[in-house]
């Protein structure tokens, strides 16, 4: 029996058998040719081919995952058409006489590293999507590439997955997954997570392993091989655990968030689009905390027009009928970009131009969205929550802004709810600071805490170099919640959480014993955060 050390990115204990999850071999050799027409006509078909095949994982991860974990299957197929990526494979046929594969390969791995060697965390990620567009590609190309079939329930163990090859596997036999190079952040992780699987990175993989029993200890990272009888005895009795506390969490569908000493929490649900809601209902959120609307702005080619935002957040409110609907204005910038916002480069993006320093500076882009919103408030409980404030001048402009669109909607005789609820995030050391003088302005408080973490510690969340040291248990952002929540009540206002510590159930006693009013975590979060509420004292 052999223990190895990894990171775990979703908890949970799987049992089974190591398949090593190796592609066949893809060997590219440069050939020259001689009819460039004919070769460019080659690659052409070969990625319309790479194109459906894309296609037919999104239809497939849509069902399976759902909307936003699909969408990266649509991004992937907008990288095949990238002009940068065509050009360059276009330019070596043509200019060089090589065959098609051959300069796939070659603009590939070039377009790879010239990722991976950029500072940005969110960018660098983006050099494992080059590489496998490109050996999807080469893979029609030749004629082969694919990941082994799975023939029973098994543990993938791997360099690396792409995750066109996660989204393949058979789901009712895929048991976990180990791979030795990727990060918490990459598309990957998300689909493990998202699939609810047991997976590690950053464990030394061997092939020998393949065909052994395999354990994934997602609670302490650990992969264990070869278990003797008495360790697997050990982990079956931790599932069965497992089992009878996701039985036991069914039970609190329908019953109020309470502590044992009486204090009422409102438990509520972050999301991305509206296609998230089926799951808030399953997992009996009792209204949304978190509506990131920008997913509006990083779905469209150009900017989403009043009608359709309109639509989206009208959706939403009527689906969750009297319940509240949180609504986040947009937040970009930063690690999302969307290119017909013409933003530019930046050093130092999540300290930049982003979220409502953008709204308040293009004024018709915060509007059109501000009368989307206060039109969809005649449908529903919607509140409006602004992002990344720091003074009491940026509240006070956004107040004018909203009185101004609430007068043009007057005079237009559009009905809105005229005493909607308008409240700010607590994500920089300024608002934490400010929180007294804000709180007067506003109706009340979300703590973004995973900003807040990364502004309050100077660590950039995207960077896992840092990852040892980024500790959001930190007593600086613990005092910081406890003043947040502290000043809103001395204001009269409620104050919640909608960042991952939300779902952190270590911390949640210590959240009541601040007063905290409301939690907000992904919909899959809410009935074991409830747990935590209830049993706690």
């Not at 990722?115 to 496998?132: C, G, L, T, V």
């Not at 050990?234 to 497992?242: L, R």
């Not at 957040?313 to 017909?340: F, N, P, S």
Request: aromatic letters at 8%; one cysteine or more.
């Amino acid at each position: 029996m052999e223990k190895f050390g990894g990171k775990a990115i979703f908890k949970g204990v799987a049992i089974g058998k190591i398949v090593f999850g190796s592609k066949e071999k893809q060997q590219v050799r440069r050939t020259k040719i001689t009819d460039t027409e004919a070769e460019k006509a080659r690659y052409e078909a070969a990625k319309e081919e790479a194109v459906k095949q894309l296609q037919g994982l999104y239809e497939k991860a849509l069902k399976e995952v759902g909307e936003d974990n699909a969408a990266i299957f649509e991004v992937h197929q907008m990288m095949l058409e990238d002009d940068d990526f065509n050009e360059g494979i276009i330019d070596k046929i043509e200019n060089q006489q090589v065959n098609a594969e051959y300069a796939v390969a070659v603009t590939g791995d070039a377009m790879a590293e010239m990722f991976a060697n950029m500072e940005d965390e969110y960018f660098k990620a983006r050099s494992a999507d080059i590489k496998d567009i490109s050996e999807r590609v080469i893979s029609v190309l030749l004629g082969g590439g694919s990941l082994s079939r799975l023939s029973e329930p098994s543990i993938i163990v791997a360099e690396d997955l792409a995750p066109s090859e996660t989204i393949q596997l058979d789901k009712d036999k895929l048991l976990a997954f180990v791979t030795e190079l990727g990060s918490s952040n990459s598309h990957t992780a998300i689909l493990a997570r998202t699939m609810n699987l047991p997976a590690l990175i950053g464990v030394k993989i061997d092939k020998a392993w393949n065909g052994k029993i395999g354990i994934v200890d997602g609670y302490k990272g650990i992969f264990i091989v070869d278990p003797d009888e008495e360790t697997i005895e050990t982990y079956k009795k931790i599932q069965k655990k497992d089992a009878e506390k996701r039985e036991l969490l069914k039970s609190l569908k329908g019953k109020k968030t309470v502590s044992k000493s009486g204090k009422q929490i409102k438990l509520y649900a972050n999301i991305g689009k509206p296609s998230d809601l089926a799951s808030v209902i399953e997992n009996d959120a009792e209204g949304i905390g978190l509506f990131r609307s920008e997913f509006l702005y990083l779905d469209s080619d150009d900017f989403p027009t009043e009608e359709e935002q309109f639509a989206a957040y009208k959706k939403v409110a009527e689906t969750m009928g009297g319940k509240k609907v949180i609504i986040r204005t947009l937040d970009l910038g930063a690690d999302k970009q969307v290119d017909y916002f013409n933003l530019g480069r930046e050093d130092n993006p999540a300290m930049g131009y982003r979220a409502i320093r953008i709204c308040l500076d293009r004024q018709d882009i915060f509007k059109t969205q501000l009368r989307a919103l206060l039109r969809a408030s005649a449908f529903g409980n919607i509140a409006i929550m602004y992002p990344m404030i720091i003074s009491v001048d940026e509240v006070l402009q956004i107040k004018e802004i909203v009185e101004e669109v609430k007068k043009e909607l007057r005079e237009e005789n559009v009905k809105f709810n005229e005493k909607i609820e308008q409240g700010i995030m607590i994500e920089t050391p300024a608002s934490v600071i400010m929180s007294y003088e804000l709180a007067q302005l506003v109706d009340f408080f979300s703590i973004g805490t995973n900003d807040l973490t990364q502004y309050t510690l100077a660590i950039d969340r995207q960077n896992s170099k840092l990852d040892s040291i980024n500790n959001p248990h930190h007593p600086a952002v613990l005092r910081s919640i406890k003043t947040v929540i502290e000043n809103a009540h001395r204001a009269g206002i409620w104050a919640g959480i909608c960042g991952e510590l939300g779902a952190d159930t270590a911390l949640t006693q210590t959240f009541l014993d601040y007063g905290i009013d409301e939690l907000s975590v992904s919909p899959s979060f809410v009935l074991p955060v409830r747990k935590a509420v209830c049993t706690a004292d």
